[in-house]
DNA sequence: AATCCGGGGCT
DNA sequence: AGCCCAGGATT
């Protein structure tokens, strides 16, 4: 048993960054920026955190919100589960819980979209709930710590490391500024690569001796390769989008027709395009269609851009149809 | 236990 | 060209 902690504490009240998600202490706030921040770096989630606040102020609002509209305001951030579960949860609090979030780590967990970690930090820094808030720079800290050797990404590893944090976990009065402290210097000092050990608050009771290699990760699999053909049709001043299934990657999103359109008037071939997922890349060949007629599904620029949820991966090609629209 | 699910920045 | 990121759900 380690005595960091003060040490620790003292550290991040001197040299943590402003989180603004996190000053008000709102458990909606609290819920919705940690959601934002999986898996997504803080300065990348930010202005989506913003924006989201000021159209959507609590928890209710959320509830009664057009799916579409989440989707829009999601758009970008990826992993857009996060953003269905959300709605998901804001109905179940409106329900379930008078329109507030749960108390505790226990009842939080419950809740779709709501797992460990982030049933942790709501109950701890929202609440006061002296529970840990495991995620990946905690993790990473501890594995260094303790001189932790073994693949972090089995499950039994990672639960070894989730009882030392339970074990380290201060009062109740401390346990907010810990679990941040924590995470703040995973990410401030005890960084992934090149960690800087010199200005740790904790160095002392580190058993790193190669800190940098640790923690250790088996490697990842081979990306899968597909290939697409999208045809982007055309009619007027208006793009053809086609709503994506509510399952599978990029589940109720937006995208262009996969299928050859029967009655081209002209087709113009647009510049290749290789997006990157973390399991699949795509390798995308487009093809911009005129057609001499139009349905409900087609939507002009402006309309896309303001309604429309398109995934990154499209955008180069919306960017090129846009150009030619522009230059007609 | 392994796989699925986004996107972007850093090395 | 990988790796990583204030992970969780599904199979």
Request: proline share 5%.
């Amino acid at each position: 048993m380690k005595e960091f902690q003060k040490d620790l504490i003292d550290w991040y009240i001197k040299n943590h960054r402003p989180l603004e998600f996190r000053l008000k202490k709102d458990p909606y706030e609290i819920w919705i920026s940690e959601i934002m921040a999986q898996q997504t770096r803080i300065e990348a989630m930010l202005p989506y955190f913003k924006r989201w606040i000021q159209q959507l102020p609590d928890i209710e609002s959320v509830a009664k919100c057009d799916d579409e509209k989440l989707n829009k305001l999601w758009q970008g951030l990826g992993y857009y589960s996060r953003c269905k579960n959300i709605k998901k949860c804001a109905i179940e609090c409106v329900e379930k819980y008078s329109g507030k979030l749960p108390c505790t780590k226990e009842e939080l967990l419950k809740l779709p979209g709501i797992g460990p970690y982030t049933a942790g930090a709501i109950a701890s820094i929202a609440n006061g709930q002296r529970v840990s808030a495991v995620d990946g720079n905690v993790i990473r800290v501890f594995s260094r710590l303790y001189n932790i050797f073994e693949d972090v990404t089995k499950t039994s590893v990672k639960k070894q490391i989730e009882e030392l944090v339970d074990e380290s976990l201060p009062s109740k009065e401390e346990i907010s500024y810990y679990n941040q402290a924590i995470m703040e210097l995973g990410a401030l000092i005890c960084i992934p690569k090149n960690p800087r050990c010199e200005l740790c608050p904790v160095k002392k009771y580190c058993d790193a001796k190669d800190p940098g290699s640790l923690p250790y990760k088996a490697k990842k699999k081979m990306r899968k390769i597909e290939y697409k053909h999208l045809y982007i049709l055309v009619h007027k001043d208006k793009v053809h989008v086609v709503k994506r299934a509510d399952t599978g990657l990029l589940a109720g999103l937006y995208g262009f027709d996969e299928t050859k359109p029967e009655h081209i008037i002209e087709s113009i071939e647009l510049e290749p395009y290789i997006h990157i997922f973390s399991h699949v890349e795509w390798h995308m060949d487009a093809t911009l269609c005129i057609v001499d007629r139009e349905d409900s599904n087609y939507k002009t620029v402006e309309e896309i851009e303001e309604h429309i949820a398109m995934p990154s991966a499209f955008m180069p090609f919306m960017k090129q149809v846009k150009e030619y629209l522009w230059k007609k």
